[in-house]
């Protein structure tokens, strides 16, 4: 079983401020999908990175697939409140019959 | 108009009771999942059926029986409930996209979720 690590588990920090989310695997993935998940809701779909490398750009978050496609990154510019929530990595590891296994999580509090 | 829905949204019961969990998607989505998520907020793949096949069993105890009358349905029946069935379940769908013809990718909308206790 691949598993994913994410770095940090909790972070809490002020409105404005900058922050990155890592996930880590030893595995190498087909693609890798970013979720944000809040209370009492399902993990809504953010981003799908594909390619090695790739870097993507929604608004003021910005995802990479790491060169060797087995880790990825989240960077939020000038965090709001409304960014609050648990991120989730998430990889299809397998070339053709895929299972999507999630990572372990980062929940993100932003402060007013 | 939901595109994944599952009822209940919680589900209180008693040890050894059996209960099921419904799913619907309205995407036309081809597969369809039951996620866990645990109190350390971890999601584990449990079940897919793709067209009402099953395609993914990931070693859950048989006491959890997946049905999927249709494409666009798939419900959760546990046997004999235990207090470890505890958790949060997902239902979700997908669907295949193909960018061109060598990029193919996988986009899942996930339900939001069914709150099991057992008590």
């Known amino acids: 079983t691949q598993l994913l690590e994410q770095s940090p588990q909790f972070l809490s920090i002020q409105e404005g401020e900058n922050l990155t989310v890592y996930c880590n695997s030893s595995?190498?993935?087909?693609?890798l999908q970013w979720y944000r998940q809040e209370p009492g809701e399902g993990p809504v779909l953010l981003v799908t990175?594909?390619?090695?490398?790739e870097v993507k750009k929604l608004k003021r978050l910005t995802f990479q697939f790491g060169d060797a496609r087995k880790d990825s990154s989240l960077h939020i510019t000038a965090a709001q409140p409304g960014d609050t929530g648990l991120y989730l990595c998430?990889?299809?590891?397998?070339?053709?019959?895929?299972?999507?296994?999630f990572g372990t999580g980062t929940r993100l509090t932003i402060i007013p | 108009d939901t595109a994944v829905s599952q009822t209940p949204k919680y589900l209180v019961t008693q040890m050894g009771n059996d209960k099921s969990i419904k799913c619907e998607q309205n995407?036309?989505?081809?597969?369809m999942y039951w996620y866990k998520q645990d109190s350390k907020k971890f999601l584990k793949i449990m079940f897919s059926?793709?067209?009402?096949?099953?395609?993914i069993n990931e070693t859950v105890p048989n006491r959890f029986s997946p049905k999927s009358p249709d494409k666009a349905h798939l419900n959760l029946h546990i046997n004999s409930l235990e207090l470890g069935d505890s958790a949060v379940y997902f239902c979700?769908?997908?669907?295949?996209?193909?960018?061109?013809?060598?990029?193919?990718?996988?986009?899942?909308?996930f339900g939001s979720g069914t709150r099991l206790t057992v008590v």
């Open positions: 998430a990889a299809l590891s397998n070339f053709g019959n895929e299972k999507l296994t």
């Open positions: 995407l036309g989505h081809d597969t």
């Open positions: 059926y793709n067209n009402k096949e099953l395609i």
């Open positions: 990175v594909v390619t090695g490398g």
């Open positions: 979700a769908s997908s669907q295949d996209i193909w960018r061109d013809p060598t990029d193919r990718v996988v986009g899942y909308t």
């Open positions: 595995s190498v993935f087909s693609s």
